[in-house]
């Protein structure tokens, strides 16, 4: 099977895995609204920033070398995965003590046990992670989605079984670790004919991956700082319910494309790693890439933006109408990260992960200012426009990165993008004029807005987009 067709294959099952852990994601967070209140999903908001956090120092960036250089060496792979290893037992001890330093900043004593209970994950992720790696290297995107499916579906029943049981905030931490577990069984079980860990514990040997994960971790710790500050912010400045608002807020509006973008994302980098060396080809896969991603994820966004007032109330019912704002200012954000995410597999291939590093540090230097003195004026919806500056200019300067490394592709991606605003602009028109005459509140408004916005959009693609012909021989490659 050729390295396309690999591709093509490995998408359907990124798609498939990704459905089903957006879906139950949904589930998981729509059940847990009318469990929990606000001030509970702020509690494990820090707890998961705190996660992510340290998540940057335990990775080094493994995962990108491994695929960049196509490591297959016995010797190199041992020791990046004992490193990752020691690393994790380190970040493991850091945060359990970490406890009370978060606790006085958010003045929020239930953070001790939920921090203290999530430090475990970085006991155990780190034993599977490095065959997650190695499978992806060798496009092996069927296992990869098993895996993700089924601690995905093990991780959401162990949530909601623990959040009816009474474990309130901890239901969401023993979920996660669930699912961990789960993830790291399975990606040994898959991934260990590729590699077996040997006795070699050789730094010199790994020397070019810790070099190339220099500039990974810097750039993760500005990359986390930048896209993170304003949820940091909100919990020491506002508390953990405005935290809460606000995190529920950016699952609605921003969680669903961190999620969908790996569809192409996982599958594009391996593939795009392997034709470093011609520019012409890296441009139309970049550009084919944003037109895609533009195209699927823009009608979703501007459904949500248009629909935010009835669906926030009749998903997670009443006392949640505080995150309706939020959402429609974090739909723009959410378009913008769609945007911005491809640019890695450009920087990637081309062995320049420092520009994301210098990308990452001009945006946050944006950011910071901003988040403080909206936030002081707007509260969070001040945070959530700061936000919202900040990515739009990380957008532009990562498309003049693109432009150096590539060549110029700006007249053919706004030639692509032109198509699905109008349409987009189109379907908001329409579902507008029916809410005007009918009030657009509960469960049969809301589908039948859904109705009008998909058909608006699907016609308008017909017509002027993909034609009947072009859609069946795209299923007829699948």
């Given at each position: 099977?050729?390295?396309?067709?690999?591709?093509?294959n490995?998408?359907?099952?990124?798609?498939?895995?990704?459905?089903?852990?957006?879906?139950?994601?949904f589930?998981?967070?729509?059940?847990?609204?009318?469990?929990?209140?606000?001030?509970?999903?702020?509690?494990?908001?820090?707890?998961?920033?705190?996660?992510?956090?340290?998540?940057?120092f335990?990775?080094?960036?493994?995962?990108?070398?491994?695929i960049?250089?196509?490591?297959?060496?016995?010797?190199?792979?041992?020791?990046?995965?004992?490193?990752?290893?020691?690393?994790?037992?380190?970040?493991?001890?850091?945060?359990?003590?970490?406890?009370?330093?978060?606790?006085?900043?958010?003045?929020?004593?239930?953070?001790?046990?939920v921090?203290?209970?999530?430090?475990?994950?970085f006991?155990?992720?780190?034993?599977?992670?490095?065959?997650?790696?190695?499978?992806?290297?060798?496009?092996?995107?069927?296992?990869?989605?098993?895996?993700?499916?089924?601690?995905t579906?093990?991780?959401?029943?162990?949530?909601?079984?623990?959040?009816?049981?009474?474990?309130?905030?901890?239901?969401?931490?023993?979920?996660?670790?669930?699912?961990?577990?789960?993830?790291?069984?399975?990606q040994?079980?898959?991934?260990?004919?590729?590699?077996?860990?040997?006795?070699?514990?050789?730094?010199?040997?790994a020397?070019?991956h810790?070099?190339?994960?220099i500039?990974?971790?810097g750039?993760?710790?500005i990359?986390?700082?930048q896209?993170?500050?304003?949820?940091?912010?909100?919990?020491?400045?506002?508390?953990?319910?405005?935290?809460?608002?606000?995190t529920?807020?950016?699952?609605?509006?921003?969680?669903?494309?961190?999620?969908?973008?790996?569809?192409?994302?996982?599958?594009?980098?391996?593939?795009?790693?392997?034709?470093?060396?011609?520019?012409?080809?890296?441009?139309?896969?970049?550009?084919k890439?944003?037109?895609?991603?533009?195209y699927?994820?823009?009608?979703?966004?501007?459904?949500?933006?248009?629909?935010?007032?009835?669906v926030?109330?009749?998903?997670?019912?009443?006392?949640?109408?505080?995150?309706v704002?939020?959402?429609?200012?974090l739909?723009?954000?959410?378009?913008?990260?769609?945007?911005?995410?491809?640019?890695?597999?450009?920087?990637?291939?081309k062995g320049?992960?420092?520009?994301?590093?210098?990308?990452?540090?001009?945006t946050?230097?944006?950011?910071?200012?901003?988040?403080?003195?909206?936030?002081?004026?707007l509260?969070?919806?001040?945070?959530?426009?700061?936000f919202?500056?900040?990515?739009?200019?990380?957008?532009?300067?990562?498309?003049?990165?693109?432009?150096?490394?590539?060549?110029?592709?700006?007249?053919?991606?706004y030639?692509?993008?032109?198509?699905?605003?109008?349409?987009?602009l189109?379907?908001?028109?329409?579902?507008?004029?029916?809410?005007?005459?009918?009030?657009?509140?509960?469960?049969?408004?809301?589908?039948?807005e859904?109705?009008?916005?998909?058909?608006v959009?699907?016609?308008?693609?017909?017509?002027?987009?993909?034609?009947?012909?072009?859609?069946?021989?795209?299923?007829?490659?699948?």
């Amino acid at each position: 099977m050729s390295t396309k067709q690999k591709a093509i294959n490995g998408g359907k099952w990124v798609t498939i895995a990704t459905a089903i852990s957006t879906i139950f994601q949904f589930l998981q967070v729509t059940i847990l609204a009318r469990l929990l209140d606000p001030s509970a999903f702020g509690v494990v908001s820090v707890s998961t920033l705190i996660i992510n956090f340290f998540h940057i120092f335990a990775n080094l960036g493994f995962s990108n070398s491994i695929i960049y250089k196509q490591e297959d060496d016995k010797r190199v792979l041992s020791t990046l995965y004992y490193l990752n290893i020691i690393l994790g037992v380190f970040v493991f001890v850091a945060i359990y003590f970490s406890s009370p330093l978060i606790i006085s900043y958010y003045k929020e004593p239930r953070l001790d046990n939920v921090i203290k209970l999530a430090s475990l994950y970085f006991i155990i992720v780190y034993f599977g992670q490095i065959y997650s790696f190695l499978l992806q290297k060798e496009l092996k995107f069927k296992s990869v989605a098993i895996i993700e499916i089924v601690a995905t579906v093990l991780g959401t029943g162990v949530t909601i079984l623990m959040a009816y049981s009474g474990s309130r905030e901890l239901s969401l931490i023993y979920g996660q670790l669930a699912s961990q577990v789960v993830r790291t069984i399975l990606q040994i079980s898959f991934g260990y004919k590729y590699f077996i860990p040997t006795l070699a514990f050789d730094l010199k040997a790994a020397k070019e991956h810790l070099q190339f994960g220099i500039y990974n971790v810097g750039d993760g710790l500005i990359s986390y700082t930048q896209s993170n500050i304003d949820r940091i912010l909100i919990g020491g400045m506002l508390g953990v319910k405005s935290l809460g608002f606000y995190t529920i807020a950016y699952q609605l509006a921003v969680f669903p494309v961190t999620k969908l973008n790996p569809i192409i994302l996982q599958v594009a980098y391996p593939a795009i790693a392997k034709m470093k060396d011609n520019d012409s080809a890296l441009k139309q896969s970049y550009i084919k890439i944003l037109d895609f991603l533009s195209y699927c994820i823009m009608p979703l966004l501007a459904g949500l933006f248009i629909t935010a007032d009835s669906v926030i109330p009749l998903v997670y019912g009443p006392g949640w109408e505080e995150t309706v704002s939020l959402t429609k200012i974090l739909v723009f954000v959410s378009f913008c990260t769609c945007l911005t995410h491809p640019l890695f597999t450009i920087v990637f291939t081309k062995g320049k992960p420092n520009l994301l590093f210098y990308l990452n540090l001009i945006t946050l230097i944006i950011k910071i200012p901003l988040v403080y003195i909206l936030g002081d004026y707007l509260q969070a919806t001040g945070i959530a426009i700061a936000f919202l500056i900040a990515i739009i200019v990380n957008m532009f300067l990562g498309f003049g990165i693109a432009h150096s490394l590539i060549g110029s592709f700006f007249k053919e991606f706004y030639s692509n993008i032109l198509k699905p605003t109008i349409f987009c602009l189109v379907m908001v028109f329409a579902i507008s004029v029916y809410k005007y005459f009918t009030g657009g509140q509960g469960l049969t408004n809301t589908l039948i807005e859904v109705a009008i916005g998909g058909a608006v959009y699907a016609t308008f693609t017909l017509l002027y987009k993909v034609s009947f012909l072009e859609i069946k021989a795209f299923r007829k490659a699948l």
